[in-house]
């Protein structure tokens, strides 16, 4: 039913250490994926994509890695910050789909 | 530039009452309209998507019905509130024609947090 998961609903990390956001999915026919953040009482906004034909896409301080075998990606945020307390969601789709599956969500909490 | 408005920004209703949440976007025309819905544990779900006026589709059957009366307004209502239905609506819109899927393509709004009582 969920295809797209983040088992992890919270993660604290120190300010400066590297935080590592976990996402998984179930359907083999996922082929672009993105990560939204979102800040309390504001919609969820686009933070950095990949799609199934890169295992790396890199934009400043963020990384997302995607494992196709093994259905999984991961943001990396290095070095964090403060301000990237937030909650984060994963989601993917599919070309001929129409719509984005989203992850449960992990909220970020990075600590001063 | 383009600006998404959802309103309100917090509900609290009792079961069997109807609701109205309203999502409005300026700054562009003839989008495409996004209806999503996050109850506790669970990830967005798409719950309605329109790609014009009187043309809505639904993705999962339930208590809820989605209008478009105008190009840039889209509302979420229903009958008779269940428990249920209690969680966070974002409306989001993309620019029109096919489901967009681009990372700078779909926008949301603020979200509406509904709690059924």
């Known amino acids: 039913d969920q295809q797209v998961k983040q088992n992890s609903p919270s993660l604290s990390v120190q300010e400066g250490r590297i935080s590592i956001l976990n996402c998984d999915y179930t359907?083999?026919?996922?082929?672009?994926f993105l990560w939204y953040k979102k800040y309390p009482a504001e919609g969820p906004t686009f933070l950095i994509s990949i799609s199934s034909i890169k295992d790396k896409n890199e934009d400043g301080r963020f990384t997302v890695f995607l494992n196709k075998s093994a259905k999984h990606l991961s943001l990396h945020i290095v070095p964090s910050q403060p301000g990237d307390s937030a909650v984060y969601f994963c989601a993917a789709s599919y070309r001929a789909g129409n719509q984005f599956y989203f992850g449960t969500g992990t909220s970020l909490t990075v600590i001063p | 530039s383009q600006t998404i408005h959802q309103w309100p920004a917090t509900l609290v209703q009792p079961v069997g009452s109807p609701l109205s949440l309203e999502c409005t976007v300026e700054g562009t025309s003839n989008p495409n309209l996004y209806w999503y819905r996050q109850a506790a544990g669970r990830g967005l779900q798409l719950l309605f998507y329109?790609?014009?006026?009187?043309?809505i589709s639904s993705e999962v059957p339930q208590n809820l019905s989605a209008s478009r009366p105008q190009d840039r307004q889209f509302i979420l209502s229903s009958k008779k509130l269940l428990l249920s239905d209690s969680g966070f609506y974002l409306c989001a819109w993309s620019t029109g024609g096919a489901f967009k899927r681009s990372y700078n393509e779909q926008f949301f709004g603020p979200g509406t947090r509904l709690t059924v009582l």
């Open positions: 359907n083999s026919m996922f082929d672009y």
């Open positions: 329109s790609i014009g006026i009187d043309q």
